[in-house]
């Protein structure tokens, strides 16, 4: 048998909780997913109670565990000191593997072993705005491993994109999409018709070509920043009363409900020149996203990953607006605030996102033309 090669996230050894001094605490805000293992070692432990506190969901044939609460609710296993009752009274190893991990994400795939980081995790994001470079995936072995699994040539592709220079990085996000839908769309391609669509992506001026195409949309400013106002605020209803997030939503939610839309698209063009120079640290933290998440070998499943990825993006960069009209500036700390905020309410948040769409807009994935609508504006 091979050995398995693990590679592991630009920084990811230098990763260090700081626990009780961080202002995002872990155990609210999403849900918390439990796996098989620890539920049943909780279930077959008469000792303790744990069990209360989790509820069972059907999905797909299959049991799903998670902790019972709703997303926007504190964990109930902590005390009144905020501490986890189950570390107290049975160590860390008793913890789900959800919370033994976080931040740190562990992706297996046949040929290699991947470890990376969170972006719902604001000390990761210090670690990523203290990046000089790109992030990347290196090998502990240092071999410039190549996969032969096609979800990795997949997201391969995905990264090129994102990475290439001399492009806005929302055409970047689009053209991946595209490329992602066509894909799914011929979902019977064989391997060789497959790799051969993803090398015309790797052509910078195939890219330049599809670019151009997108630009020749055209977009009423108004009618995008008031479909993003409303989508905003659909998706922030039920997180902006909890309270790790309250401060960051409920002052740009109470001016987002009662903005006029004309004066809020006039500040448009000039709070996105002055958010593209924030483009390295953002296209770093979704080049960080795409590596953890963008794994599957089901392509609608890695299409909806994608788009959570440019949903995430669309609201931080939606929020910053919101404060740039409030205030007349952007502030650093603010984008990694509400990167945090938004890789916990909707990519930790998949499946409520998931029926959020479907409900909205009747299928799982979102048509290509709406999300230029809202996101090449």
């Known amino acids: ?37 620890t539920y049943d ?41 905020g501490l986890c009752n189950i570390v107290k009274d049975h160590g860390e190893n008793y913890l789900s593997l959800t919370c033994q991990m976080f ?21 990761v994001l210090e670690l990523i705005g203290s990046e000089t470079g790109k992030i990347n995936m290196t090998s502990e072995s240092h071999n410039n491993l190549e996969s032969n699994a096609l979800e990795i040539k997949v997201r391969e592709t995905i990264i090129n994109i994102m990475q290439q220079e001399n492009f806005l990085l929302e ?56 479909e993003v106002n409303n989508l905003f605020l659909d998706i922030i209803e039920n997180y902006k009363e909890v309270s790790i997030f309250n401060i960051l939503l409920k002052d740009i939610a109470n001016f987002a409900e009662n903005a006029k839309i004309k004066k809020l698209s006039s500040k448009w063009n000039d709070y996105k020149s002055l958010f593209e120079r924030y483009n390295d640290f953002v296209e770093n933290c979704i080049i960080s996203k795409i590596f953890s998440n963008c794994i599957s070998d089901d392509i609608e499943e890695m299409i909806i990953s994608f788009q959570m990825i ?20 952007i502030d650093e700390e603010d984008i990694k605030n509400y990167t945090v905020a938004f890789s916990r309410i909707i990519g930790n948040n998949t499946d409520a996102m998931i029926e959020f769409i479907r409900d909205g807009f009747g299928d799982d ?13």
């Open 1 to 37: 048998m091979n050995k398995i090669d693990t590679l592991k996230i630009s920084n990811y050894d230098k990763f260090k909780c700081t626990a009780d001094k961080c202002k995002f605490t872990c155990c609210e805000g999403w849900d918390i997913s439990v796996d098989d293992n």
């Open 41 to 81: 070692n909780w279930k077959n432990d008469k000792s303790n109670n744990i069990l209360n506190n989790v509820k069972i969901k059907r999905y797909e044939g299959k049991d799903e565990y998670f902790i019972n609460k709703k997303t926007n609710e504190v964990c109930p296993l902590l005390d009144s000191h």
């Open 103 to 123: 931040p740190r994400i562990e992706n297996i795939f046949e040929d290699r072993r991947e470890l990376s980081l969170s972006c719902s995790c604001p000390e």
């Open 171 to 226: 055409n970047k996000l689009i053209i991946s999409f595209q490329m992602l839908s066509t894909i799914l769309e011929n979902e019977n391609l064989g391997e060789h018709a497959l790799l051969k669509e993803l090398e015309k992506y790797k052509n910078s001026n195939y890219v330049k070509e599809l670019i151009d195409m997108y630009k020749g949309i055209k977009i009423n400013t108004n009618d995008s920043v008031e």
């Open 310 to 329: 440019i949903l995430e993006y669309l609201l931080l960069r939606y929020s910053l607006f919101l404060k740039y009209c409030m205030e007349n500036k």
């Open 365 to 377: 994935i979102l048509e290509i033309g709406y999300l230029c609508f809202i996101t090449l504006v």
